[in-house]
C-alpha cells in the first residue's frame, strides 16, 4: 500500500487568500508529504470557480511542483480528454514528461464537471468510446508515429515533438467513475484511479469490472495499480477529531449536494454522511481501521488523501500528514516505497 495527496486548490467562496498564495500553501505541504514519503502528488482540474480549485492547467502547475521538489510523482487527476485537442494534448503531456524528468503521473478521465462539460461544449453520450479513441492516439503521438490531427485529417500526417520518455506509459492512470471507463482502463492496460465521491459499494463493481477487463486484454492483474481518493481529517485524539471534523464533514456535504453530485441523503447523521462522501476521519487506530475496510473493499495498491480542507488550517493539514504515514500506515503495514509504474 502505498500513499498519495490530492489537492483541489479549493477556498471558500469569500475568497480569503489570494491565488498566489494557494499556490504558496499546495507547494509547501506537497515538499512537507514528500518528507513525509508519499509516493504521488495529484493535482485536480477545475475552471470558473474558486471553491472547486484553482488549476484550469494542472500540467502547468506539476510542472512547477516538480521544479521545486526532488522525488515525488507530479499526478494530473485528472485531464479530461473532452476539453483538450488531441494533438496539443499529446504535445503538453510530453512536454511535461520531460521537464519533469520522468515524474509525471498522467491521470486522464472521459468527462468533467457537468457545467463544465457545457461551457466546453463536451458531450456526455458516447463519452467512453472517445475516451478509448483518445488513449488510442495518445499511444501513437507518443510512439514517434506520424499521426493526423482529428480536427484536420485532409492534412499530411505530423509527428510530435518532444516524445516523452520511454516509460510514461506505465504511468499512465484513467478516471473511472463508471464501468465503462473501468473497463478501458483494463482493455488498455493502464492504472485506475477510483475517484471520491462514489459509494464504495459502487467503486468495488467497478475495480471488479477493470479487473475483468486486464484480463480480457491479456495484462497482469498484479502488474496494475488501483488508487482512490479519500477525504481525510485525522489528530492524535480521536474525540477532537470528530470535534473538528464535523463542520468540515457537513460543509462538503452540502457543497456536493448543492452541485448535484451527491443525492441527499434520508440519514443526515455525521456517520452516514462520512460513509457516503468518503471521509476518514477520527484518531490513527480509528482512521487505520476505516482505511483498511476501504482497502479491503476495492484491493487497493495506492490512497490518495484530500487532506487539504476548506475549514482546516495549515497546521492541522500537515498533522494530519504525518499522523497518516507515521500513526496510521504502522498499523496496516503500510507504507513501503514502492514505483509507481507496473
Known sequence: MRFAVLH????DGDQQLSDASVYAEVLGQVRFAEELGFEIAWVAEHHFSASKGRAPSPLLYLTHLA???????????VLPAPFYQPLRLAEEIAMTDVLTGGRLACGLSSSGVPDEMRVFRAAQAG???????????LQRAWSGTPVTNPDTPDEPPVTIVPRPLDDLQQRIWVAASSRGAAQVAGELGFHLLLPSLRPLAASAEHAQAYRAALEAGGHTVAGHNVQVTQHLVLHDDHE????MAEPVVRAYYDRYTRSGAVDRLADES???IMARINFLVGGPEAVAGQLVNVIETLGLTHVAVQSRLVGLTDLQVRRGLELLMTKVAPLIGAGEPASTGR
Do not use: D, Q, Y
Not at 483541489?8 to 477556498?11: D, G, V
Not at 463519452?127 to 492516439?137: A, V
Open 127 to 137: 463519452k467512453h468510446e472517445r475516451l478509448r479513441e483518445s488513449l488510442l492516439f
Open 8 to 11: 483541489h486548490l479549493e477556498s
Open 270 to 272: 455525521l456517520p452516514a
Open 240 to 243: 477532537t477529531a470528530m470535534r
Open 67 to 77: 521544479a521545486n521538489t526532488r522525488s515525488i510523482h507530479a499526478g494530473s487527476a
